[in-house]
């Protein structure tokens, strides 16, 4: 009985889960506050992970470590795509701008494949392989921290709010040092990120899985799965 | 308004349409097969742009997913041919009646539960990665190391099976978009039409009206599924190969409503307009990255890239698209330009 | 027996309820005007006769005909018409098409041509503008539109959701105005109004909604009497 196997397959799950959520909630804050799907969010994320690996290849840089830089950068850019792109699109319909964003998307994926190639890329930490050992549980280094990055970041995310409680005529205005919280997990995603699942399903059937969920929480609870119905 | 939307061509605009068919059903008497192939291309957007257009242009509904319909159409037509030595001519209408199946259920689904606007968009998306997943696994259909059509012989064309020169698939392509668009003005023109642009303009007061807006727009659903599935299965006979990822894929379904948005969403005209200005540009793009030694492998990419420009530029500046402009500059409107918006 | 029969109507969105037994009579001929603060259930009420929104339980009847659960488009060819909230015309369609549109149901559309010269005689100002974009008129016009389309449909009933939100005064006189005048040509009104001294004085009959239940009912003198209305809507 791989009893075991199973615990040490829910524990990494969850805490991959951790990252994706930190990247949802970014997600969510920017639908929050500008009322717009940024459909190029996960691109933009993958921005952030290439920037990690550069300032690892290239400084060396822990990408644990380099999450300030990334998120300053991504921040940046997040603030100039909204100040030269997306402002202009607050009156135009739902559909356009969801166009927009999936154009922005593309033109993203596109260019990391021409400058990265289309092979996976890893960052070789010296504890990659490293592992934590709580009883039965064999967690691995890097994934463990990279979850626990993005609870530290969801923390101050939440702390912010609490803090500051953005005014509502705020909203366009304040959607720059919300975008930077959204990439703080970019930067948190190759350390776990290319890493092999070991899982138990196919990780394509994986997927698979994850869009037949989609569309179950789409059609049955359009408000998410622990939303409150309105 | 309603006769821009109609195309609404003077007998200016009529007389041109009438010339540049004419100039299309000669061409390839005349120009060499590089040309007929990327106006075959043309034909490929401008027929994809247009069934997408009844769907997004007429009904308003937003569909991200329509390489789905085009996959379906491609690996149903494929399969009865490699399996069972189908003509696609006969597995067209059994393409057909799949996208419509399951553009129905979509649909369905979609339109009973209330998922709106960019949610549906979502749907859709969602459906088409799904199934792209599941070809990937399909083995009968090869799975994800592909299906192969036996390529054609050199003897001749064989329009049955579909078998032969780019010049027959010319015009193969050339008829059905002329087809497809005789259909869309016949659409626009009838009752149907006039109850989509009532959804369209406004769903809820289209509804508090009377207009049964669930039916009006699973028909539009079903329909544009239908359409694209056609074109699934004439591209699947020209490529003579289908991979899971690039037949499904979310770069797909951007790439088939390209025409449609650069032409002007929900008229008649756009897709092909917008399909005349796409491809020459695409293709010189290819031309020029060929001249670099080491451009031929970033090829794909720059396409995308420059795909996904066109896209944000035309939202940014044109967002009615390129030819309601076209046609005010031109005076090819029915009001002879003036005005009309 | 009344032309407009709702008894004990549930209506929810998702979790939260919106409607909870709400019954009302109208009778044909009468204007009823139905008021309440925001979010007391007006809307949902319309759009639940409407069969927009299915309600959860209870029933709807028409003429003594049982109407509940019956898609919009069906209802709306019984002849209850509506006229939204917002006003909800076709921005881009001209004065004329937007009138058009409201004759798609069969009841109306053998007689369209005449309905519409009736339109225009009511709102002279359509028929000058008809060729103009709908989006391009006024509030007041485009609430004219609205109405106008509304009756294109040849509707024995009409449901008002807020006509005069967001019209000039002199505005909003000459929407009641063509609403008394409707009523008089005999088709049967129900009101929705924020502005609950003139609703009231024109209804022949009133119900006050609160969190989705009527916790009021009478004739439109009764409860511009009564206390509570005075106080809570009148500011009295």
């Given at each position: ?45 993958v921005i952030g992970m290439y920037l990690a690996l550069l300032l690892f290849r290239f400084a060396g840089l822990d990408p644990?470590l380099s999450i300030?830089i990334v998120a300053l950068i991504l921040?940046?850019l ?33 260019l990391s494949?021409?400058v990265f190639g289309?092979?996976?890329q890893n960052v070789q930490l ?60 970019v930067a948190?995603g190759d350390t776990?990120g290319l ?36 | ?341 | ?236």
């Amino acid at each position: 009985m791989p009893f075991e196997l199973y615990l040490n397959q829910i524990v990494s799950g969850l805490l991959t889960g951790l990252v994706y959520g930190l990247s949802a909630l970014g997600l969510s804050v920017i639908f929050g506050v500008v009322k717009i799907v940024n459909f190029a969010h996960g691109e933009m994320m993958v921005i952030g992970m290439y920037l990690a690996l550069l300032l690892f290849r290239f400084a060396g840089l822990d990408p644990l470590l380099s999450i300030p830089i990334v998120a300053l950068i991504l921040f940046g850019l997040g603030y100039a795509l909204q100040a030269t792109v997306i402002n202009r699109l607050i009156e135009v319909p739902d559909y356009m701008q969801f166009l927009l964003l999936a154009g922005i998307a593309i033109i993203i994926v596109s260019l990391s494949l021409i400058v990265f190639g289309p092979d996976a890329q890893n960052v070789q930490l010296s504890y990659a392989y490293d592992s934590v050992q709580i009883g039965l549980l064999i967690i691995d280094k890097a994934r463990l921290l990279a979850g626990a990055a993005a609870v530290g970041v969801a923390a101050a995310l939440f702390l912010f709010f609490e803090v500051f409680q953005p005014r509502d005529d705020l909203a366009v205005d304040s959607v720059g040092p919300d975008q930077m919280r959204v990439r703080f997990d970019v930067a948190l995603g190759d350390t776990w990120g290319l890493l092999d699942d070991r899982l138990l399903l196919q990780p394509s059937l994986k997927s698979m899985f994850s869009f037949g969920l989609l569309i179950l929480v789409l059609i049955f609870r359009p408000q998410g799965l622990l939303g409150k119905r309105t | 308004m309603l006769n821009l939307w109609l195309g609404g061509a003077n007998p200016r605009g009529r007389a041109l349409l009438a010339g540049m068919l004419a100039v299309l059903a000669a061409a390839p008497f005349f120009v060499d097969s590089y040309i007929v192939s990327v106006l075959i291309l043309v034909f490929y957007f401008a027929y994809l742009g247009q069934a997408w257009n009844i769907m997004m242009g007429f009904a308003g509904q937003l569909s991200l997913g329509h390489a789905l319909y085009f996959g379906l159409g491609a690996y149903t037509g494929a399969a009865l041919y490699v399996k069972f030595g189908l003509s696609p001519w006969l597995s067209m209408p059994v393409a057909i009646v799949i996208a419509m199946a399951v553009g129905a259920a979509i649909g369905a689904l979609g339109f009973r539960f209330r998922i709106g606007g960019v949610y549906f968009a979502l749907l859709t998306i969602a459906f088409a990665e799904f199934t792209r997943i599941l070809f990937d696994h399909f083995t009968w259909v090869g799975g994800s190391s592909g299906l192969f059509l036996p390529v054609a012989s050199r003897q001749g064309n064989d329009l049955w099976m579909l078998r032969g020169a780019p010049i027959m698939f010319y015009y193969v392509w050339l008829v059905l978009t002329v087809g497809l668009l005789i259909l869309c003005r016949a659409l626009l023109a009838s009752r149907l039409g006039y109850y989509w642009l009532a959804i369209r303009e406004d769903e809820p007061a289209a509804q508090a009206l009377g207009i049964d807006t669930f039916r009006y727009k699973m028909i539009a659903v079903m329909l544009s599924a239908g359409l694209t599935a056609v074109a699934g299965v004439l591209n699947a006979f020209y490529f003579n190969v289908l991979f899971p990822e690039p037949t499904f894929s979310i770069n797909r379904s951007i790439e088939l409503i390209l025409g449609a948005i650069i032409g002007g969403v929900g008229t008649l005209m756009g897709p092909i307009i917008g399909a005349f200005i796409l491809t020459p540009l695409g293709e010189s793009l290819t031309l020029i990255i060929e001249q670099i030694p080491t451009g031929v492998q970033k090829l794909d990419g720059l396409k995308q890239v420059f795909y996904g420009l066109c896209v944000v530029l035309i939202v940014l500046f044109q967002r009615a698209g390129v030819w309601p402009w076209l046609a005010r500059k031109l005076r090819l409107g029915a009001d002879g330009g003036k005005g009309g918006a | 027996m009344s032309l407009l029969a709702v008894d004990a109507l549930d209506l929810f969105y998702g979790d939260a309820q919106a409607l909870d037994g709400v019954s009302l009579a109208v009778d044909e001929g009468a204007v009823v005007a139905i008021v309440g603060a925001n979010g007391a259930g007006k809307s949902s009420l319309i759009r639940a006769i409407a069969g927009i929104e299915p309600a959860a339980r209870g029933r709807v009847a028409f003429k003594g005909q049982d109407i509940t659960g019956w898609p919009s488009h069906r209802v709306c060819n019984l002849g209850i018409g509506q006229v939204a909230e917002g006003r909800q015309i076709f921005p881009t369609l001209s004065v004329r098409e937007n009138l058009e549109m409201g004759a798609v149901i069969s009841r109306a559309r053998a007689g369209a041509a005449a309905t519409m010269r009736r339109v225009f005689e009511i709102f002279p100002r359509l028929a000058e503008r008809q060729r103009q974009a709908a989006g391009t008129l006024s509030g007041g016009e485009q609430q004219m539109v609205a109405i106008g389309r509304c009756l294109m449909g040849r509707p024995e009933l009409i449901m008002f959701d807020e006509p005069s939100l967001g019209l000039a005064p002199t505005v909003v006189q000459e929407v009641f105005r063509v609403i008394r005048r409707l009523n008089d040509e005999g088709i049967t009104i129900i009101l929705v109004e924020q502005n609950v001294a003139v609703s009231l004085k024109l209804a022949d009959r009133a119900y006050v909604l609160e969190n989705g239940r009527i916790v009021l009912a009478g004739t439109g003198e009764e409860l511009l009497n009564d206390d509570r209305v005075r106080q809570a809507y009148l500011g009295l």
